[in-house]
T-cell receptor, first 114, second 109 residues
């Protein structure tokens, strides 16, 4: 079974620029999560999708972050404009049905803001 | 809100047992997870325990859950240098997980 795929692995941009991350979950997994992991901390949930609908986006800074999951498979997370404090690893995870099934993580995108 | 606490560092000798501890606050947690993160990689699921269990063993890994004290531990038997990583505890309720900030395990030869 192929794992969760994310791209790019690394991204360096200047503040106020925009950036987008892509995630392809494990085939058949209905639930998709985006997390932000700041150095030295655990992952913090940004948004959770169930198929192509949003379940929880209460921690997503909506003035600058947006995410979509068209057709209920792949997802993109965008930041526009980026701030220095957005430097982090952005992790995508998926689970079979979101009802306490284990989450499977991709290797993340490491974002550095200059 | 929900909170998960872990000690930051643990250092052991190769061949010894490692015990990583975690406390959580959400009494409605249904599953509790242990993940391992190696440098430059995502989180790898190691094991998990349902909240109505008090122990689960999986090869070198033993999970103990004290639901009354909201305390979870992960014991790694015969720790190897390849076990050096950051270990995250997570509690889950209705599909939403809260993670601790991780325990960095260093295994010395």
């Amino acid at each position: 079974e192929a794992g969760v795929a994310q791209s790019p692995r690394y991204k360096i941009i200047e503040k106020r620029q925009s950036v987008a991350f892509w995630c392809n979950p494990i085939s058949g997994h209905a639930t998709l999560y985006w997390y932000q992991q700041i150095l030295g901390q655990g992952p913090k949930l940004l948004i959770q999708f169930q198929n192509n609908g949003v379940v929880d986006d209460s921690q997503l800074p909506k003035d600058r972050f947006s995410a979509e999951r068209l057709k209920g498979v792949d997802s993109t997370l965008k930041i526009q404009p980026a701030k220095l404090e957005d430097s982090a690893v952005y992790l995508c995870a998926s689970s079979r049905d979101g009802r306490n099934q284990p989450q499977h993580f991709g290797d993340g995108t490491r974002l550095s803001i200059l | 809100g929900e909170d998960v606490e872990q000690s930051l560092f643990l250092s052991v000798r190769e061949g010894d047992s490692s015990v990583i501890n975690c406390t959580y606050t959400d009494s409605s947690s249904t599953y509790l997870y242990w993940y391992k993160q190696e440098p430059g990689a995502g989180l790898q699921l190691l094991t998990y325990i349902f909240s109505n269990m008090d122990m689960k063993q999986d090869q070198r890994l033993t999970v103990l859950l004290n639901k009354k004290d909201k305390h979870l531990s992960l014991r790694i038997a015969d720790t190897q240098t390849g076990d050096s990583a950051i270990y995250f505890c997570a509690e889950s309720n209705a599909g939403k997980s809260t993670f601790g900030d991780g325990t960095t395990l260093t295994v010395k030869p």
